[in-house]
């Protein structure tokens, strides 16, 4: 799309279907347009409970680019577990980054929207700038691309936000404080939810890597209810944090060797070939351990 075309859809952007942009947010929105050459879409995703469907105010900006996801089944489960998404659309002629907000989690963001943005934008930012990321193939992989993209690039997400004095602290730890609450009030997922265990994974290595010592007074308690809930996901966590803790994000080589990294971590842990589930395993040491 030629620079005319960004132009046209950026002015129509002014008055965005109930979302509006602070003017920092506009500000790096057209950064990351000039950079990457394609627009940047915000709208805001409804749920129709009546008839269990996603929907699109009819005068969103850009709405035919979205509605095709919201029909992809895949898609649908992963994007109702999520407050936002960004999602790089790429069609002949037509490409854009879409900024979904999730309108039924409203209640959850609603003071935070800017956080919640500009998590998104710096989705959009890492592309612009020729990050890779997993292509979201609709199938039952979904998940783990989507986790294993989010790993590797939230981390340099954080950096730019803290660079721009965005805060998304505030939001994330307040959303921290309730996933232990939560943890804390049910049993572990049913064996064969393998995407809980993956988004688990994604949250835990967040937190592992996003927080200095000493800054979230309720790491140890949230830590200890994952413990609980899903112990199994521990040794995953572990490897991914000391692989990514030892290479720079910022280099898109090592960038795309520890994406195929996590991706492979998330793809043994779906599919139980991790350590915690080897049980003959288990078996054998400790018979080798009583001789
Ligand atoms: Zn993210």
Not at 93 to 122: C, I, K, M, T
Not at 186 to 210: H, K, M, N, Y
Not at 267 to 278: C, I, M, S
């Amino acid at each position: 799309m030629g620079d005319n075309g960004i132009d046209v859809i950026s002015a129509t952007l002014l008055l965005l279907a109930g979302v509006t942009l602070g003017p920092e947010l506009e500000a790096w929105k057209k950064q990351i347009e000039s950079q990457g050459g394609v627009p940047v879409l915000v709208a805001k995703v409804d749920f129709d409970r009546a008839k269990n469907e996603l929907y699109l105010a009819p005068d969103t900006p850009g709405r035919e680019l979205f509605t095709g996801y919201l029909k992809q089944e895949e898609f649908v489960k992963q994007f109702h577990l999520m407050n936002a998404v960004m999602i790089h659309h790429r069609a002949p002629g037509a490409q854009a980054y879409l900024v979904l907000l999730n309108g039924a989690r409203e209640s959850d963001w609603a003071d935070h929207q800017p956080s919640l943005l500009a998590h998104e934008f710096g989705h959009a930012w890492l592309k612009a700038r020729g990050f890779p990321t997993p292509l979201f193939v609709n199938d039952r992989w979904a998940c783990i691309s989507i986790h294993a993209g989010d790993i590797t690039q939230h981390v340099l997400i954080r950096q730019e936000l803290d660079r721009r004095g965005i805060d998304f602290r505030t939001f994330w730890l307040k959303s921290l404080g309730q996933a232990t609450t939560q943890f804390e009030g049910t049993s572990p997922p049913p064996e064969e939810d393998r995407c809980t265990r993956v988004r688990q994974v994604a949250q835990s290595v967040d937190v592992r890597l996003g927080l200095k010592p000493g800054e979230w007074a309720g790491q140890s308690r949230y830590e200890t209810a994952v413990g609980k809930t899903m112990p199994e996901v521990n040794g995953t966590v572990e490897s991914i944090v000391s692989y990514l803790k030892e290479r720079d994000m910022a280099d898109k080589d090592q960038h795309r060797e520890a994406l195929k990294f996590v991706f492979e971590r998330l793809r043994d842990l779906a599919a139980q070939r991790t350590d915690e589930y080897r049980v003959e395993n288990r078996a054998v040491s400790t018979l080798a351990g009583v001789n």
